[in-house]
């Protein structure tokens, strides 16, 4: 099969999804079509199955902001005429799935058929999508996409309560390469980071406003108030700079590390023993699969995707938004018996198995055939 996916290229969730997705689908013998305005983060070796096509938007001063949309619809048809890709899979409704639906009429117009699979992500239906701008345009996109899919039950309720969907939307969640988290580390360089005796806590995201990231800074701080720790914080965001002026402001600085963003992931949750996730909201929360699948406990909120994900204690703990007194206390209840800590390690590697890439691609294949054959059929 030959599928063109669209999608954000960045260090965000949905874009490493669909990045692992189309690398493993090429793997299984698919011919992939990445086309985004740059190649994506998680994209390192093209292939002969593996192809990423850049969407340029020419600057014209006649617009005040340049259009994305048209210059991706633009190149999907150029794309698929030339490629003769047979299906799009796009990630985000807007801009991506508008922008399909304008692809896709255009090749009906030449008798190329090309269905589209919508995946919601999260932020396109609950931030993006419920502003009133924007909702006739994700609606529409929505309900013309050709199959839906949501990467949580959570976002299927809240997609089904902000909008009015007149289609299927079949939930299939996010996954995690098990086997990219098998430590090929025979030492993980953990004495650069911690002494013996400390623990290390990490925090890993885009660190916007929705990441709750003083509570990460407030939880660490109460932590490291009944044991000798660390806190380490990665990804780079607007938050980011009153998290050091927090940390400063607390006296421990000297105690939290700020990596910026970094491909080094693997490495980083090797030696964590904590991971911190106390968002306002989270459609799935694949950093804390990420943390989990490296055998990384999660303190997180209850919220959104998160009890799907994270299992109140089993994998960690589930707290109520701004529950820092809360969070710390479960924290510190890991964190300060060894064997306690061992034994949640285990667990959350364990949980970490029922979204392993092997068992949630084949449903992503289904859906294509079925999808395709249900396309072609009606037209």
Same mark, same amino acid.
């Given at each position: 099969?030959?599928?063109?996916?669209?999608?954000?290229?960045?260090?965000?969730?949905?874009?490493?999804?669909?990045?692992?997705?189309?690398?493993?689908?090429?793997?299984?013998?698919?011919?992939?079509?990445?086309?985004?305005? =740059?190649?994506?983060?998680?994209?390192?070796?093209?292939?002969?199955?593996?192809?990423?096509?850049?969407?340029?938007?020419?600057?014209?001063?006649?617009?005040?902001?340049?259009?994305?949309?048209?210059?991706? =619809?633009?190149?999907?048809?150029?794309?698929?005429?030339?490629?003769?890709?047979?299906?799009?899979?796009?990630?985000?409704?807007?801009?991506?799935?508008?922008?399909?639906?304008?692809?896709?009429? $255009?090749?009906?117009?030449?008798?190329?058929?090309?269905?589209?699979?919508?995946?919601?992500?999260?932020?396109?239906?609950?931030?993006?999508?419920?502003?009133?701008?924007?909702?006739?345009?994700?609606?529409?996109?929505?309900?013309?996409?050709?199959?839906?899919? =949501?990467?949580?039950?959570?976002?299927?309720?809240?997609?089904?309560?902000?909008?009015?969907?007149?289609?299927?939307?079949?939930?299939?969640?996010?996954?995690?390469?098990?086997?990219?988290?098998? /430590?090929?580390?025979?030492?993980?360089?953990?004495?650069?980071?911690?002494?013996?005796?400390?623990?290390?806590?990490?925090?890993?995201?885009? $660190?916007?406003?929705?990441?709750?990231?003083?509570?990460?800074?407030?939880?660490?701080?109460?932590?490291?108030?009944?044991?000798?720790?660390?806190?380490? $914080?990665?990804?780079?965001?607007?938050?980011?700079?009153?998290?050091?002026?927090?940390?400063?402001?607390?006296?421990?600085?000297?105690?939290?590390?700020?990596?910026?963003?970094?491909?080094?992931?693997?490495?980083?949750?090797?030696?964590?023993?904590?991971?911190?996730?106390?968002?306002?909201?989270? /459609?799935?929360?694949?950093?804390?699969?990420?943390?989990?699948?490296?055998?990384?406990?999660?303190?997180?909120?209850?919220?959104?995707?998160?009890?799907?994900?994270?299992?109140?204690?089993?994998?960690?703990?589930?707290?109520?938004?701004?529950?820092?007194?809360? $969070? =710390?206390?479960?924290?510190?209840?890991?964190?300060?018996?060894?064997?306690?800590?061992?034994?949640?390690?285990?667990?959350?590697?364990?949980?970490?198995?029922?979204?392993?890439?092997?068992?949630?691609?084949?449903?992503?294949?289904?859906?294509?055939?079925?999808?395709?054959?249900?396309?072609?059929?009606?037209?």
């Amino acid at each position: 099969m030959k599928i063109g996916i669209v999608c954000y290229p960045t260090f965000g969730g949905s874009g490493v999804v669909a990045t692992e997705l189309g690398l493993e689908l090429s793997k299984r013998g698919h011919e992939i079509h990445f086309i985004t305005y =740059s190649q994506p983060v998680r994209l390192e070796l093209l292939s002969n199955n593996v192809h990423f096509h850049e969407v340029h938007v020419p600057e014209y001063s006649l617009f005040h902001y340049q259009p994305y949309e048209l210059a991706l =619809s633009s190149k999907l048809v150029d794309m698929v005429k030339l490629h003769g890709i047979q299906i799009l899979h796009v990630h985000y409704a807007i801009p991506h799935a508008y922008a399909a639906y304008m692809a896709q009429q $255009m090749l009906l117009d030449e008798g190329i058929q090309v269905p589209i699979v919508t995946t919601l992500h999260g932020t396109d239906i609950t931030l993006v999508g419920s502003h009133p701008f924007y909702k006739p345009a994700v609606t529409f996109s929505i309900n013309k996409s050709d199959a839906v899919t =949501s990467v949580s039950e959570s976002l299927k309720k809240d997609t089904l309560r902000l909008f009015n969907i007149k289609k299927d939307i079949e939930v299939v969640p996010n996954f995690i390469d098990l086997e990219k988290h098998v /430590s090929s580390f025979t030492d993980c360089q953990r004495a650069m980071m911690a002494e013996d005796h400390e623990r290390i806590v990490t925090h890993i995201s885009n $660190m916007r406003e929705v990441k709750q990231i003083p509570d990460v800074i407030k939880v660490f701080y109460n932590i490291q108030k009944e044991l000798p720790a660390k806190l380490m $914080m990665v990804g780079e965001g607007p938050e980011k700079e009153g998290a050091e002026l927090l940390a400063e402001e607390l006296g421990i600085s000297d105690k939290v590390i700020f990596f910026g963003n970094s491909n080094e992931i693997d490495r980083i949750l090797c030696f964590s023993d904590l991971f911190l996730l106390p968002s306002q909201t989270e /459609s799935f929360g694949l950093a804390a699969l990420e943390a989990m699948a490296s055998s990384v406990p999660v303190i997180s909120t209850n919220t959104g995707g998160l009890p799907e994900v994270n299992i109140d204690g089993y994998s960690g703990y589930l707290s109520d938004v701004n529950a820092v007194a809360d $969070m =710390s206390a479960n924290a510190i209840k890991i964190l300060k018996n060894l064997e306690t800590l061992n034994t949640f390690k285990a667990n959350a590697k364990a949980q970490s198995k029922n979204f392993d890439i092997h068992n949630i691609v084949p449903k992503y294949e289904a859906i294509y055939e079925e999808t395709l054959d249900k396309f072609l059929v009606a037209n």
